[in-house]
């Protein structure tokens, strides 16, 4: 009796092992995950945030590994509290045409709890190669991702938008925070 309780214990131990070890697919929680953008321009910085961005990471919780990693955000959703200058912004990325903005990492350098993700960015109806700079905290069944990148408005081919005829910043700066949570 004894020998087949342990042998039982045994194979369930090494069976949620095994399942602790596998890579998993996860989505990041809505409640808990913003991407937020600021423009520059000589008189004044915008930002706009959008709770309706997608994160999904392939990691391995074992190992506190990020395997992949890819992104998605409706750029309609984005929300600086000003609906004139949220609707201009949309004119002037050309929302209708091109309403999504998508990133999909290509390799991924794990140095500590630092990430450099390469990837390619579609934004605009034009695909860049970037690299995201993420920093990455395990908190037992939980990851917690912070990073972000630039991006040129120009390479993007989007015209910079001016007041008083002075052109913004060329570069957006984006800025990303994500939780991941799994049983």
Same mark, same amino acid.
């Not at 937020?36 to 999904?56: F, G, N």
């Not at 999909?104 to 500590?112: A, E, F, N």
């Not at 037992?140 to 630039?150: A, E, P, S």
């Given at each position: 009796?004894?020998?087949?309780?342990?042998?039982?214990?045994?194979?369930?131990?090494?069976?949620?092992?095994?399942?602790?070890?596998?890579?998993?697919?996860?989505?990041?929680?809505?409640?808990?995950?913003?991407?937020?953008?600021?423009?520059?321009?000589?008189?004044?910085?915008?930002?706009?945030?959008?709770?309706?961005? #997608?994160?999904? !990471?392939?990691?391995?919780?074992?190992?506190?590994?990020? /395997?992949? %990693?890819?992104?998605?955000? =409706? *750029?309609?959703?984005?929300?600086?509290?000003?609906?004139?200058?949220?609707?201009?912004?949309?004119?002037?990325?050309?929302?209708?045409?091109?309403?999504?903005?998508?990133?999909?990492?290509?390799?991924?350098?794990?140095?500590?709890?630092?990430?450099?993700?390469?990837?390619?960015?579609?934004?605009?109806?034009?695909?860049?190669? #970037?690299?995201? !700079?993420?920093?990455?905290?395990?908190?037992?069944?939980? /990851?917690? %991702?912070?990073?972000?990148? =630039? *991006?040129?408005?120009?390479?993007?081919?989007?015209?910079?938008?001016?007041?008083?005829?002075?052109?913004?910043?060329?570069?957006?700066?984006?800025?990303?925070?994500?939780?991941?949570?799994?049983?």
């Amino acid at each position: 009796m004894k020998k087949s309780l342990l042998w039982a214990f045994s194979l369930i131990t090494a069976a949620c092992m095994a399942a602790v070890a596998q890579p998993r697919q996860v989505e990041a929680m809505k409640d808990s995950s913003v991407v937020t953008y600021r423009m520059v321009h000589p008189l004044h910085e915008i930002e706009a945030k959008s709770k309706e961005v #997608i994160y999904r !990471v392939r990691i391995n919780p074992a190992e506190r590994q990020v /395997l992949s %990693v890819a992104a998605e955000v =409706d *750029v309609t959703t984005f929300d600086s509290g000003n609906s004139n200058r949220d609707s201009h912004a949309m004119e002037v990325i050309d929302a209708i045409t091109y309403p999504d903005a998508v990133f999909t990492g290509t390799s991924i350098t794990q140095q500590g709890d630092s990430l450099h993700v390469a990837g390619k960015l579609t934004f605009h109806g034009v695909t860049k190669e #970037i690299v995201v !700079v993420l920093r990455q905290e395990w908190n037992g069944n939980t /990851l917690h %991702v912070t990073g972000g990148w =630039d *991006v040129s408005l120009t390479a993007f081919k989007i015209e910079r938008p001016s007041l008083l005829m002075i052109p913004v910043e060329d570069n957006l700066h984006f800025s990303l925070a994500a939780v991941f949570a799994w049983q």
